[in-house]
């Protein structure tokens, strides 16, 4: 049984930084699609930044050069490094993956489709 946890949401002023973290079980997340996302109420879930499978990187053009996503395979890990953080950024955050079986390396996915395992999202609050 796949699980994805996430940690480190909370409450931070504009500028200030969060990191947070995406602990998975029942997969290695090492060849996995790896992603995290973010929704507010009554839009629809964004993608937010994302490793492929052969740990290429992707980000939203809004988080790009403040967003840093990163894995730590040997922990099992998935990480979201967020600085400068924008009163925008406020947002339920969740990390998801998925897998093709016998697949190239291919680049990473910011389009929530193709994900199939999700965890339940931790709150992200930017405050100005």
């Known amino acids: 049984q796949v699980q994805l946890v996430e940690s480190g949401g909370g409450s931070v002023q504009a500028g200030g930084s969060l990191r947070l973290s995406c602990a998975a079980s029942?997969?290695?997340?090492?060849?996995?699609?790896m992603g995290w996302f973010r929704q507010t109420p009554g839009k629809e879930r964004e993608g937010v930044a994302a490793?492929?499978?052969?740990?290429?990187?992707n980000y939203a053009d809004s988080v790009k050069g403040r967003f840093t996503v990163t894995s730590d395979n040997a922990k099992n890990i998935l990480y979201l490094q967020m600085n400068s953080l924008k009163p925008e950024d406020t947002a339920v955050y969740y990390c998801?993956?998925?897998?093709?079986?016998?697949?190239?390396?291919?680049?990473?996915?910011?389009?929530?489709?193709?994900?199939?395992?999700w965890g339940q999202g931790t709150q992200v609050t930017v405050s100005s």
């Open positions: 490793i492929g499978n052969c740990g290429s990187t």
């Open positions: 029942g997969v290695s997340i090492n060849g996995y699609f």
């Open positions: 998801a993956a998925f897998t093709v079986w016998g697949a190239i390396c291919s680049s990473a996915r910011l389009s929530p489709d193709p994900y199939k395992y």
